[in-house]
C-alpha cells in the first residue's frame, strides 16, 4: 500500500542531506537545528551518500482516545460551585440551563484545555469568581479535579486549567467562534493518515534551516561589511567596488592588485618627490630653486663620473691583469730566490756573502758585457786582483757571470713599476656636508653615501694589495650598475624639474594636476595593497556568503509542498471530498465549492460560493454560515479518525427548527463513535437531541439540567434519567417557594433582587408551558415541530383572551430574568416585590384554570 512515507522518500531522492532530515523525523527525535544544519551543510559538501531507514507499517499512528469520566470542584473557574460533582457517559452528553446558570464558565473551562479548536480568539483569559467576599492577595490557581481515560489508562488528576494538558489537550471545541474561522480561513489537515504530519514537520525543519542559514549569512555580510566601514578607506570606494567586481577567486587577489594596481617599491620617496615637484611648482620664486637643482645635478654628475670611474678600476678585468702581474712578480722573486741559494752553494768557501759582494760581481759582469766578452781565458790578469788566472779562478768567474746573468732583478724591477702604476691610493670620493644639504631625499642621500663609502673601501683593499704585492680578493670587485642607474635617474628628474619650472604658468598649472593625479593614484595603489589581508577576508566572507545563498536555496519547501500535494491527491482528497458532500447533503447545504491548495508540506482548504473572490460569509446567511461550518467540522474530525472528546457550545443559534433537527441527528451519529458533550439553552435542540437517542437504549448518552443556587455557586449539575425536562406543575411548584422567600422579612436589598431575577427566569418557562399545556392542551410542544392532530380538539378557545397577558408577561421576564439584560431604553426599571406579587397573582389564577 502507498504511504506518505513513499512519496517523502521520492522527495529525498538521493540527496544525503535530505535523506538525513527524513531518517531524523522519522525517529522522532527532538531535534537540534543548530547540530542539524552543521550536519546538512557537512552532507552537502562532502556529497556523502546515506542509506535511508525503511517504513514500518503502523508506526507513529496515534490511537490513544479521550474520555472524560467525570468533573468534580472547579476551582476559582467564574462564579461555578466548588461542589459540583457529575459523571459523563461515553458518548453523548447534553446539559440544558438557563442563561447565567453557568453553562458558559463549563466551556470556557473546556476551550481552555482544547487544542483543536478553531476560532478568532484563542487567548482566553477566565477570571476568577468575582461574588466572593475573600480578599485576593494573589493570583488563585484554577483548577478542576477530572477523571478521564486516554487509551487503556484511567487517571484521576487535578488540573490547572491555565496549563496545557497531555491528555485533555486533545478535546475539540465548536462553538459560536468556530463559524467563520471555518468557513473563511484556508484549513490545514490537522491530522491526516500515517506519515502525513511528518510533511509539515519537514517543512517547518526546512523552515527552520533556512532562517538559520540566512542568520548566518546576515552575520557574515555585517562582519563582511564592517571591513571596510572606517572613513579611512572612503577614498578607495569606487576601485574597491571594481575590485569586488573583478575578481573572482579571492586567491588571486594580489595577482589582480598588481596587475591593476601597481604599487611603487620607493613609495615614500615618491610621493615626497612628487610633494616636492609641486611644492616647487607653486613656489614664487623658481630661479633660486633652478640654481640649487642644477648644483645638485652638478655634484650627482660629478660624483657618477667618479663612481664609474673608479669601477673600472675595480673591474673583474682591472682586477685580473694587475692580480696576473702581482703573480708574475712573486714567480720571479721565488726565482730569484732559488739563483740566491744556488750562487750561495757555488762560493760556500765564502764565509759570508752579502749584497755588497753581489754588486762587485753585477760590477765585473757589467764590465765584461761592455767589451763584449763571453769568454775568459788562462794567464789573463784578473779584473778583480790583476794577477794571472788559472783554471780553478776561471771557472769560478764565469760560474759568477753565469749567476749573475740569470738573475731577475731587471725583471722585477719592471713588475714592481707596472703594479704600482696601478695604485689609487689618493684616488678617494668626497662627499661634503654642505653638498649633502642641497639635496631633499634623506634616503636617496644616504643610499648614495653609502655606495661612495664602499667605493672607498674597497679602493683601500685595492691600494693596499697593490703596495704590498699581494693577489687582490675579488671581493672588491664592484657593480655600480644599479647606482648608476639610479643616480642617472635621478640626474634625469632634476633635468625635468629644471624645464619645468623654466615653463609658462599654464603649463606648469597643468604638470602640478598631474603630479597630484599620480600622487593620488600611487596612494590609492598603496592603500590596497596594504588592505590585502584585509581584502582577503572580505573574499573569503563573499564566498562563504554565496556558498550558504546556494545552499539556503536548498531549503526551499516548493518541491516537498507538490510531493506533499500528490500525496493529499493520491491517499487523501478522494475522501474528504465525497465525506464533506455527505455532511452537506445532510445539513442541506448547497452551492458550497472547495478547493485543496497545497502550501508549505501541507495541504490548504478553502470554501467559496460561486468565486474565489466570495466567501461563505458574504453571501449565505447566518444560519447557513453555521451549518457550513458544522459540514466542514464534523469532515475535519470523520477525515482524521478523530474518536477524542467533542464540545459543542449552543451550535444552533440563528438556526431554523428544521435544520436545527438535522444537526442535532449529524451530532448524535458523531457520538456513536466518540464523547460529545453538548451546552444549550435552546429547549427545542436538547429535545431534538433527545429524541435523536430515544431511539435507542444507551446508557452512556446522558442528560442534565445547569442551575443556580445563588450568584456565588453556579453551574449546579444534576441528571435526567428521563431526559425530559420540567412541566408546568413542577415550575408551579417552585414559583411557589420563590414566592416565599420574596415575601419574607429577611429577603430585601441585593437578596431581593437576585431572588427576583431567579423568580422571572422561571416565570419565562412558565408562560411557554402555559401555552403549550394550558393552551394547547400538548397538541404543539416547545421541543418538537410536529402538530399533534388526534389532540385539535382538545385545544382550549378561550385561553385566547388571555394570550396578550401572557405575551407581556413573558416579554418583562425576559428583560428582568437572570442572564438577559434589558434594552437601553428600559435600564432604569428593575422588577420589585409589588410587581412580583401582582404577577404571581396571575399565575396562580390562570393555573388553577388550565392546569
Not at 661634503?432 to 648614495?448: D, G, N, P
Amino acid at each position: 500500500m502507498t504511504t506518505a512515507f513513499n512519496f517523502l522518500s521520492e522527495w529525498a531522492g538521493e540527496e544525503a542531506w535530505k535523506i538525513h532530515i527524513l531518517n531524523k523525523v522519522k525517529t522522532n527525535c527532538d531535534i537540534d537545528s543548530f547540530q542539524l544544519l552543521e550536519d546538512v551543510l557537512r552532507l552537502i559538501k562532502s556529497k556523502e551518500k546515506l542509506d535511508k531507514i525503511l517504513d514500518k507499517d503502523g508506526e507513529y499512528l496515534d490511537e490513544t482516545v479521550l474520555v472524560i469520566d467525570e468533573i468534580n470542584a472547579p476551582h476559582n473557574i467564574n462564579a461555578l460551585s466548588s461542589d459540583v460533582r457529575f459523571s459523563l457517559g461515553k458518548n453523548l452528553n447534553i446539559f440544558y440551563g438557563e442563561n447565567g446558570s453557568g453553562k458558559s464558565s463549563y466551556v470556557r473551562m473546556f476551550r481552555k484545555l482544547a487544542d483543536n479548536y478553531f476560532t478568532s480568539e484563542r487567548d482566553l483569559a477566565i477570571i476568577p469568581n468575582v461574588y466572593t467576599e475573600e480578599p485576593i492577595d494573589k493570583p488563585l490557581l484554577q483548577t478542576v479535579e477530572v477523571t478521564y481515560s486516554s487509551g487503556d489508562k484511567k487517571k484521576n488528576e487535578i488540573v490547572d486549567i491555565n496549563q496545557k494538558h497531555p491528555a485533555l489537550c486533545k478535546i475539540n471545541v465548536f462553538d459560536s467562534d468556530s463559524v467563520i474561522p471555518l468557513i473563511n480561513s484556508d484549513l490545514t489537515f490537522s491530522i491526516l493518515p500515517k506519515g502525513f504530519e511528518k510533511f509539515q514537520i519537514i517543512s517547518d525543519l526546512l523552515d527552520s534551516l533556512r532562517n538559520k542559514i540566512n542568520e548566518a549569512i546576515e552575520a557574515m555580510i555585517v562582519k563582511r561589511d564592517k571591513i571596510f566601514i572606517d572613513s579611512s578607506y572612503n577614498f578607495i570606494r569606487e576601485e574597491l567596488e571594481d575590485i569586488f567586481k573583478g575578481v573572482k577567486d579571492y586567491k588571486k587577489i594580489k595577482v589582480y592588485l598588481d596587475s591593476n594596481y601597481p604599487r611603487s617599491e620607493e613609495y615614500e620617496e615618491v610621493i615626497q618627490e612628487i610633494d616636492t615637484q609641486i611644492s616647487e611648482l607653486e613656489s614664487s620664486n623658481p630661479k633660486d630653486k633652478i640654481k640649487i637643482l642644477n648644483a645638485q645635478k652638478t655634484k650627482l654628475v660629478s660624483i657618477r663620473e667618479s663612481i664609474q670611474k673608479l669601477s673600472a678600476i675595480l673591474s673583474q678585468q682591472n682586477l685580473e691583469k694587475v692580480n696576473e702581474l702581482i703573480m708574475e712578480f712573486e714567480q720571479k722573486i721565488q726565482e730569484e730566490r732559488e739563483f740566491n741559494e744556488s750562487f750561495q752553494k757555488n762560493v760556500s768557501f765564502l764565509e759570508f756573502v752579502n749584497n755588497e759582494w753581489l754588486v762587485f760581481v753585477k760590477a765585473g759582469k757589467q764590465y765584461f758585457d761592455s767589451i763584449s766578452k763571453t769568454q775568459l781565458k788562462l794567464g789573463e790578469p784578473c779584473i778583480f786582483c790583476s794577477n794571472p788566472l788559472n783554471s780553478t779562478s776561471v771557472n769560478m768567474i764565469e760560474s759568477y757571470m753565469k749567476h749573475v746573468s740569470n738573475s731577475n732583478k731587471g725583471k722585477l724591477n719592471f713588475l714592481e713599476k707596472e703594479i704600482l702604476k696601478h695604485d689609487v691610493t689618493n684616488v678617494m670620493i668626497a662627499f661634503a656636508e654642505e653638498e649633502v644639504a642641497l639635496f631633499e631625499s634623506e634616503k636617496f642621500i644616504e643610499r648614495i653615501k653609502s655606495v661612495i663609502q664602499l667605493v672607498n673601501r674597497n679602493i683601500d683593499v685595492f691600494s693596499k694589495s697593490i703596495k704590498s704585492k699581494k693577489v687582490i680578493d675579488e671581493k672588491v670587485v664592484l657593480d655600480v650598475t644599479d647606482v648608476i642607474q639610479e643616480i642617472n635617474m635621478e640626474i634625469d628628474l632634476l633635468s625635468d624639474r629644471i624645464g619645468n619650472l623654466r615653463k609658462s604658468n599654464g603649463e606648469t598649472a597643468e604638470i602640478i594636476d598631474s603630479r597630484k593625479s599620480l600622487k593620488e593614484t600611487l596612494q590609492k595603489n598603496e592603500k590596497l595593497h596594504n588592505s590585502l589581508k584585509l581584502l582577503e577576508d572580505w573574499f573569503q566572507f563573499q564566498e562563504s556568503i554565496e556558498e550558504y545563498k546556494k545552499v539556503k536555496s536548498k531549503f526551499s519547501t516548493n518541491t516537498l509542498t507538490k510531493k506533499q500535494a500528490e500525496a493529499f491527491k493520491n491517499i487523501v482528497q478522494g475522501e474528504y471530498l465525497e465525506t464533506f458532500n455527505r455532511f452537506a447533503k445532510e445539513l442541506k447545504v448547497s452551492n458550497v465549492e472547495l478547493k485543496l491548495v497545497p502550501k508549505k508540506g501541507e495541504t490548504m482548504r478553502k470554501k467559496y460560493v460561486s468565486s474565489e473572490e466570495y466567501k461563505v460569509s458574504q453571501i449565505m446567511s447566518e444560519g447557513e454560515q453555521k451549518a457550513v461550518a458544522m459540514v466542514e467540522f464534523a469532515t475535519d474530525i470523520t477525515i482524521r479518525n478523530d474518536f477524542n472528546t467533542i464540545l459543542f457550545d449552543d451550535p444552533v443559534t440563528s438556526l431554523d427548527y428544521k435544520r436545527s433537527e438535522m444537526i442535532a441527528n449529524l451530532i448524535y451519529q458523531l457520538s456513536l463513535d466518540r464523547q460529545i458533550v453538548v451546552f444549550t439553552h435552546n429547549i427545542m435542540f436538547y429535545y431534538y437531541l433527545y429524541n435523536a437517542s430515544a431511539k435507542m437504549k444507551n446508557k452512556e448518552n446522558k442528560f442534565f439540567k445547569v442551575d443556580e443556587f445563588d450568584k456565588m455557586n453556579k453551574g449546579i449539575v444534576s441528571e435526567s434519567f428521563s431526559g425530559r425536562l420540567e412541566n408546568l406543575k413542577e415550575v408551579m411548584k417552585k414559583l411557589k417557594a420563590q414566592e416565599q422567600t420574596i415575601n419574607s422579612k429577611t429577603c430585601f436589598g441585593d437578596t431581593l433582587e437576585e431572588a427576583l431575577k431567579k423568580a422571572y427566569a422561571d416565570i419565562r418557562t412558565w408562560c411557554e408551558l402555559i401555552v403549550e399545556e394550558g393552551f394547547f392542551n400538548n397538541v404543539i410542544r416547545r421541543y418538537e415541530p410536529n402538530i399533534m392532530f388526534t389532540k385539535v380538539k382538545d385545544i382550549k378557545g378561550d385561553f385566547v383572551n388571555e394570550l396578550a397577558s401572557v405575551t407581556d408577561l413573558f416579554e418583562k421576564s425576559c428583560r428582568w430574568m437572570t442572564g438577559h439584560s434589558q434594552p437601553t431604553e428600559t435600564q432604569h426599571i428593575r422588577a420589585t416585590k409589588e410587581s412580583f406579587n401582582d404577577d404571581i397573582k396571575y399565575i396562580h389564577r390562570l393555573y388553577e384554570q388550565y392546569k
